[in-house]
T-cell receptor
């Protein structure tokens, strides 16, 4: 079963625009992680936010976490064509890296 | 590149057969997890091995089994293959101390097709 639900399922934007993806989950978590996947290949870890954190930044990425609403968002600023990929949120309930993934958001950035 | 390698890259099997997939963890990592990703879906957790013992399991039947070796490389075995087993199989390695596992790194995956 998949705990996380990403919204939207697909997103198409122009280069330079910002992209926002949302994730909702159902149970209490220790941390939430975001991953990127290019063309059905391996997953690349982007950022981890712990349950006691509200916001985290990494380069052009900004992640927020609202544990009261059981939701998270990933913002990619000044998007590039190379950002085209699928993005997944994954929840970790006990810090053991046994992750529950959502269905993903497919992002297309047009040059 | 994450330092996690998987073999083979692609594999075609017939329903009812058995398959073994292999994963070589990143150096220094003592924990490996396996995930199944069906086309168009997010990965689903199969199981995790820590210090050669199964440390956690997702909602997969016993015909999915695994091994972790002393050098921390790992195998995923699937018996009695079914058409629905067709998927991308991903392994991920991480370093674990007590109950806390640190950032994990995924391999490129093995694409299994069952006909």
């Amino acid at each position: 079963s998949q705990q996380g639900e990403e919204d939207p399922q697909a997103l198409s934007i122009q280069e330079g625009e910002n992209a926002t993806m949302n994730c909702s989950y159902k149970t209490s978590i220790n941390n939430l992680q975001w991953y990127r996947q290019n063309s059905g290949r391996g997953l690349v870890h982007l950022i981890l936010i712990r349950s006691n954190e509200r916001e985290k930044h990494s380069g052009r990425l900004r992640v927020t976490l609202d544990t009261s609403k059981k939701s998270s968002s990933l913002l990619i600023t000044a998007s590039r064509a190379a950002d085209t990929a699928s993005y997944f949120c994954a929840t970790d309930t006990n810090a053991g890296n046994m992750l529950t993934f959502g269905g993903g958001t497919r992002l297309m950035v047009k040059p | 590149e994450t330092g996690v390698t998987q073999s083979p890259t692609h594999l075609i099997k017939t329903r009812g057969q058995q398959v073994t997939l292999r994963c070589s963890s990143q150096s220094g990592h003592n924990t490996v997890s396996w995930y199944q990703q069906a086309l168009g879906q997010g990965p689903q957790f199969i199981f995790q091995y820590y210090r050669e013992e199964e440390n956690g399991r997702g909602n997969f039947p016993p015909r999915f089994s695994g091994l972790q070796f002393p050098n921390y490389s790992s195998e995923l075995n699937v018996n009695a293959l079914e058409l629905d087993d067709s998927a991308l199989y991903l392994c991920a390695s991480s370093f674990r101390v007590s109950d806390v596992a640190y950032e994990q790194y995924f391999g490129p995956g093995t694409r299994l097709t069952v006909t």
